[in-house]
């Protein structure tokens, strides 16, 4: 039977690298060695894993993963008020979504749909 140092893999290499210095902490992009290494890119360089870039809104900060995020903050969040209201009561919401779930949980055997108040005061 073999002992487990035998059954050790050797350290191969990466690109001139040990594979123990290729999986270091250290950003690839600064080289600084930060304690949460998963959040240091998009907060201090602006960009998530693999580098892909973040999107900022220009009028609160907030950043977003995806154009479209950012894209659904513009339109129905940042700066307006809520746009959907509970047809039984008068919960209002920026999301058709949460209307669907608060009526789903609050008023459960009735219909699910949601009143768009921009357009009923249009």
């Known amino acids: 039977m ?3 140092a035998a059954l050790r893999l050797p350290l191969l290499s990466h690109e001139g690298q040990s594979i123990v210095e ?3 902490t250290r950003c690839q992009s600064c080289g600084r060695q930060p ?3 998963h959040q240091h890119p998009r907060a201090v360089h ?5 580098g ?6 220009q009028n609160c900060g ?3 993963k995806w154009y479209s995020g950012l894209h659904r903050h513009l339109t129905y969040e940042c ?3 809520p746009r ?3 047809p039984y009561c008068n919960y209002i919401a920026k999301h058709r979504s949460h209307i669907y779930c608060h009526i789903k949980s609050t008023h459960a055997q009735s219909a699910v749909y949601a009143v768009d108040i921009q357009q009923r005061s249009d």
């Open 84 to 86: 959907f209201q509970c």
């Open 22 to 24: 290729h999986l270091s």
């Open 2 to 4: 073999r002992s487990a």
């Open 52 to 57: 892909r870039k973040s999107y900022v809104c």
């Open 46 to 50: 602006g960009t998530h894993k693999r």
């Open 35 to 37: 304690s949460h290494l």
């Open 62 to 64: 907030k950043t977003y």
């Open 79 to 81: 700066g307006k008020p």
